[in-house]
């Protein structure tokens, strides 16, 4: 966060943006500050009280406390209520602070999250074959084309991510779940096949209750719900709701 006034605007803000976007506001909120981590873009914060401050925020048009206007390459491109909900201020937010490819990978997470696979599969094929060493796009391809049925394109894709690379320990979970199709011995033979169909709210149901009926004594189905969480990632409400109950599970 950076404090300006009307004397250091125009270096600060103005200029400054040619670099990068800049938002200012009068006022910070939680929300605000978590999303300029985030989105990883500065805050310019302009002092309300200040009465030379005045001209300025009539030039802005901010009549509230809470209003943000963004700035990008020299000019004011928007702005927004910085007291609105996280996910709606984000999404007014996020186009101006992340590249093409960045905004179509949140696409792609999100579609793919919605058990949209077809959908991600375009958006990221065509980020794939212009940035084949972007691994993110690597590895949401290869989720993308293993949840649509195609885990040989899957394997192929994934065999581009290497030990050092990011997303390797994602992609080593996401080739174990291709190992669930191997699966056929009771009582973890239902969950698997579940789970390899990409039905993961109900393999992680049917994991679970290998585990409350003491059926897990390989522990299978503990190891197969760590795997379910990584593919699904940390911020999935299923990776949530299930990593809480065999928490509790395990640990009560």
Not at 195 to 210: G, P, R, V
């Amino acid at each position: 966060m950076i404090q300006i006034n009307i004397e250091t605007f125009e270096q600060v803000v103005i200029n400054g943006s040619a670099e990068k976007p800049i938002a200012v506001a009068f006022e910070i909120s939680r929300t605000l500050e978590k999303l300029s981590n985030e989105l990883k873009f500065t805050i310019a914060k302009l002092d309300p009280e200040d009465p030379n401050n005045q001209p300025l925020a009539g030039y802005l048009q901010m009549r509230a406390l809470s209003d943000v206007r963004v700035f990008k390459n020299k000019q004011m491109v928007g702005g927004a209520d910085g007291n609105l909900p996280e996910d709606e201020l984000k999404k007014i937010l996020q186009p101006f602070f992340l590249s093409e490819d960045e905004i179509l990978l949140t696409n792609a997470e999100e579609a793919l999250n919605l058990g949209q696979s077809s959908a991600a599969v375009k958006i990221l094929q065509k980020l794939f074959e212009s940035n084949p060493s972007n691994k993110k796009a690597c590895y949401l391809l290869a989720k993308a084309k293993t949840m649509s049925g195609n885990r040989d394109e899957a394997k192929t894709i994934l065999q581009n991510i290497k030990e050092t690379d990011d997303f390797y320990n994602e992609s080593k979970a996401l080739l174990e779940l291709m190992d669930f199709y191997e699966e056929t011995a009771p009582p973890y033979d239902k969950a698997y096949k579940l789970a390899s169909q990409s039905k993961y709210a109900e393999a992680l149901s049917s994991f679970l209750e290998i585990i409350e009926n003491k059926q897990d004594s390989e522990g299978k189905a503990k190891k197969a719900m760590l795997t379910l969480f990584s593919v699904l990632g940390s911020k999935h409400e299923l990776t949530w709701e299930y990593r809480a109950k065999l928490n509790r599970l395990i640990f009560v």
